[in-house]
């Protein structure tokens, strides 16, 4: 069963640009969460995301990011008009529907604006 | 959800056990207790988890006091693989946000 995939595992933007950052959980896992961790920072929690739904985005900041779980396909979260600020590592984890209580983290995406 | 109090950082000898301490006077009665560690810059890996008995698993114990306001992560015979920060997070059960404190940095020595 393979793990998180987070795609790209390295992403280069300029400022202006936009950013986004795919995850695709474990299989049979309808449960997304995202965490950004800023350069010697700590882990903060962005979003929680169940298929088609935004169940938690009180990290979320309000502007230029947002994030989407569709019915098919990966998790993504997108950054618009990217400044040197959002540099960062993006991690993605997922949880199965029920009866576990952990989650289960991806490698992560550095991205980098320039 | 409850706060924690972590050691900024131990340092522990390859081969003993590390007995990594936790502090979470405020927790209430259906929260748990986890840990994970961050590996340098890789995502965070689940250890364990408990909500009031002592655990154990592959790869750690995690002891509980009775009153539940703290709990030590015991890695029974560390390993330089084993140096990473490493995080107890007090939360609610399945579907919850996991909120990250500082962790104590774990530096396994020969």
């Known amino acids: 069963n393979a793990g998180v995939m987070q795609n790209p595992r390295h992403l280069v933007r300029r400022r202006g640009q936009e950013a986004r950052l795919r995850c695709s959980p474990m299989k049979g896992h309808s449960h997304v969460y995202w965490y950004r961790q800023l350069p010697e920072e700590g882990l903060k929690f962005m979003v929680y995301?169940?298929?088609?739904?935004?169940?938690?985005e009180s990290g979320m900041p309000k502007e230029r990011f947002s994030a989407e779980f569709p019915k098919e396909g990966p998790s993504i979260l997108r950054i618009q008009q990217v400044v040197r600020g959002d540099s960062a590592a993006y991690f993605c984890a997922s949880s199965p529907q029920a009866g576990t209580y952990e989650q289960y983290f991806g490698p992560g995406t550095r991205l980098t604006v320039t | 959800d409850a706060k924690t109090t972590q050691p900024p950082s131990m340092d522990c000898a390859e081969g003993r056990a590390a007995n990594l301490p936790c502090n979470h006077s405020?927790?209430?009665?259906?929260?748990?207790v986890y840990w994970y560690r961050q590996i340098h810059s890789q995502g965070p890996q689940y250890i364990i988890h408990g909500l009031k008995n002592n655990e154990t698993n592959e790869m750690a114990s995690l002891i509980i006091t009775e009153d539940r306001k703290s709990s030590t992560l015991i890695l029974p015979h560390a390993t330089l693989r084993d140096t990473a920060v490493y995080y107890c997070?007090?939360?609610?059960?399945?579907?919850?946000?996991?909120?990250f404190g500082a962790g104590t940095i774990l530096r396994v020595k020969s």
């Open positions: 405020t927790i209430s009665g259906n929260e748990y």
């Open positions: 997070i007090v939360s609610r059960e399945y579907g919850n946000k996991l909120v």
């Open positions: 995301l169940q298929k088609e739904n935004i169940i938690d």
